[in-house]
């Protein structure tokens, strides 16, 4: 009995010591000196923009200098990069897949040239952004036109402001990150013409074949008017 008690009155100091722990030891691993505090963004982890496009059913990772045929559906997300990728694709645009038919409808485009769909996620504003910014509350989702040979880059600079380094790698997407102030200035596609000549010259020659064709009938009446009409 005495032994009973004894591993009774054991069990009841350990509980009562393991109660006395400070919460915060109980519920947050160690932090290392200069490491980011649990759940921020890590200041030196490797952030970057990369490609994708959707097969309908999923993201694929893409190249920015390819050219998706007329109908694609490319995405572009800003993210942490993998550890060890060596700049290997992050995460993948979030949210609801789009359909092409969603955003550009059913029409074809152009001769020569192709529509695409495209749509820009800034990434989470925890786990994504450098510390201290803030992404945009909303991301792209736009329809663009261009040339049968424009790039994926090309292509997001039709739908918002894209900046590329040295390299070509896009670095900023509607001025996002805002640390990211260097680089130049991405040219959009070249956007669609229509087929044809313009409607107002076709509208203006019809004007004035209008008015050759009024002219000539008058002429021709006024030729085969008999003397007796002059003389009245």
Not at 80 to 86: I, K, W
Not at 105 to 128: E, I, L, P, Q
Not at 155 to 178: C, E, I, K, T
Request: with cysteine.
């Amino acid at each position: 009995m005495l032994r009973a008690y004894r591993v009774a009155a054991g069990v009841a100091l350990g509980a009562a010591a393991f109660l006395a722990l400070p919460l915060p030891a109980l519920a947050s691993p160690p932090v290392a000196p200069g490491g980011p505090a649990p759940g921020a963004a890590d200041p030196g982890a490797t952030r970057s923009w990369s490609a994708w496009r959707s097969d309908g059913t999923a993201w694929l990772a893409a190249d920015p200098a390819d050219s998706p045929p007329d109908g694609s559906v490319i995405g572009w997300r800003f993210s942490v990069s993998p550890e060890g990728a060596g700049g290997a694709a992050g995460d993948s645009p979030g949210g609801e897949l789009p359909s092409f038919a969603s955003v550009c409808g059913r029409d074809t485009a152009a001769s020569g040239h192709k529509r695409v769909a495209v749509t820009v996620d800034f990434g989470d504003g925890d786990a994504d952004a450098y510390p201290g910014d803030q992404p945009p509350a909303q991301g792209v989702l736009r329809c663009v036109a261009g040339a049968e040979d424009a790039t994926t880059a090309r292509l997001l600079a039709s739908a918002a402001q894209v900046r590329v380094n040295d390299r070509g790698d896009v670095v900023s997407v509607s001025g996002y990150p805002m640390r990211e102030r260097g680089g130049t200035e991405l040219t959009a596609a070249a956007p669609a013409a229509p087929d044809g000549p313009p409607g107002l010259l076709i509208a203006g020659g019809a004007g004035a074949m209008a008015l050759l064709t009024a002219g000539a009938v008058v002429a021709t009446r006024r030729r085969t008017r008999t003397p007796a009409q002059t003389r009245r």
